[in-house]
């Protein structure tokens, strides 16, 4: 493995961007599939009912509190000792937890298993779309988030595609073997030259002390979590309890694995429309807060139309379009901050944007209980809350588009 990359690469299609993208592949396959086999899993291993929706909850949140951890770990040893270095342990504790989680038989191990694969999974992203956008040309680097982003999309949908194919164990058998091939290509990975260049200059760097020393500062990473709360509200809540939300209104016939792919497949087309969109237009901004109209309208109308399984599934893939400014949303957390923090924020900023499901299910639960509220009428009001926030957040952000990202923080 070379230590370093000298070169500045101006076109997308190179082998950092392709190793990234497929890294997270594998991070967006291995993350969903518990979306997708969370009821047929638990219903292998004997719960059914209210007990069947509760404990797939529970498991989640289990999971996304284990990715928080991970991303504040990960992120910190990123930016201490290497963006590549970080990288080798996740790939090798996820992997082994999906294969392990393919020989449950109980429910509190599966917890476990849920908890170490969230803390695996959770430097993917943040590294590898730092490692991209601090190897590319300024004009470029946001084509090479967008492959990056929209390869992660597309393993989202192939989650959901052998949804209908393969048994749950077989599945989890098969991200374990995934993650192992990944490890493999990654061997060829290299530290950019800015970060090895700013290593002997800067003391300081992943440091949470560092990180919130500074009020604007610590404002800014707050602003960032809050712009990507609202794609895991419709992806963790929204989709993931269709079946639920399809039962509250009478509709038989719904099929999870339907809804999931079209939202998957929406978010992707989503991805790289907004991604050359920024790129066109020479904007983060202008495009997050269109992709984010487009969502709340989408979501709107998931609630206004909810009457038949067919209009489920429209406003799926609809949902998702809205949803789909995560490849400009990760490239904008990246560039607002520093070499020696750039790891840490983006890989927390992500993984808490995910994680945020262990705050939002209590959050629909308790207004439902305390309002009286169906299932339906508690994600309403939860997504209001969510998508006003995180509308705000990017009104108040500065654009960072064409910003060079060789810059430390002090």
């Known amino acids: 493995m070379n230590s370093a990359n000298n070169k500045v690469y101006h076109s997308p299609f190179n082998i950092t961007v392709l190793v990234a993208g497929i890294g997270f592949f594998i991070d967006a396959f291995d993350l969903f599939l518990f979306n997708v086999y969370r009821i047929p899993s638990l219903k292998d291993l004997g719960l059914s009912g209210s007990e069947l929706t509760l404990t797939g909850e529970k498991l989640l949140s289990i999971q996304m509190a284990g990715m928080m951890l991970g991303g504040i770990i990960t992120g910190m040893y990123a930016d201490k000792k290497g963006r590549v270095t970080v990288l080798y342990g996740s790939i090798l504790l996820y992997s082994l937890a999906n294969f392990a989680n393919a020989f449950v038989h109980d429910v509190n191990t599966y917890a476990v298993i849920r908890f170490l694969a969230g803390v695996g999974l959770a430097g993917e992203l943040g590294a590898g779309i730092t490692l991209v956008s601090e190897s590319m040309s300024i004009e470029k680097r946001g084509y090479g988030t967008i492959l990056v982003a ?225 299932l339906t009428g508690g994600l309403a009001i939860t997504g209001c809350i969510v998508w006003a926030l995180a509308l705000t957040s990017v009104l108040a952000l500065p654009d960072t588009f064409g910003r060079s990202l060789a810059f430390t923080e002090s």
């Open 150 to 374: 929209t390869l992660g999309a597309l393993g989202a949908v192939t989650a959901g595609l052998i949804g209908d194919f393969l048994p749950w164990r077989h599945a989890f058998l098969a991200a374990g073997v995934a993650g192992g091939i990944l490890l493999i290509l990654r061997m060829k990975s290299f530290e950019p030259s800015m970060f090895s260049e700013s290593k002997l200059t800067t003391e300081t760097r992943g440091s949470l002390r560092l990180l919130f020393s500074s009020p604007q500062r610590a404002l800014k990473y707050f602003a960032c979590i809050l712009m990507g709360i609202p794609i895991w509200y419709s992806i963790g809540l929204l989709i993931t309890l269709s079946p639920e939300i399809a039962k509250d209104h009478g509709i038989l016939g719904l099929k999870l694995s339907t809804c999931f792919i079209l939202f998957q497949v929406g978010i992707t087309s989503g991805d790289l429309l907004s991604g050359i969109l920024s790129q066109l237009f020479k904007s983060r901004k202008k495009i997050l807060i269109s992709f984010m109209a487009l969502g709340i309208l989408s979501t709107v109308y998931h609630f206004i139309r909810i009457n038949e399984s067919r209009q489920l599934n429209i406003t799926s893939f609809l949902m998702g379009l809205g949803c789909g400014y995560l490849s400009v949303f990760v490239t904008s957390t990246a560039e607002h901050f520093g070499i020696n923090l750039r790891v840490t924020v983006t890989a927390t900023v992500t993984n808490f944007m995910r994680g945020a499901l262990v705050l939002l299910i209590p959050l629909h639960q308790g207004i439902e209980h305390l309002f009286g509220l169906s």
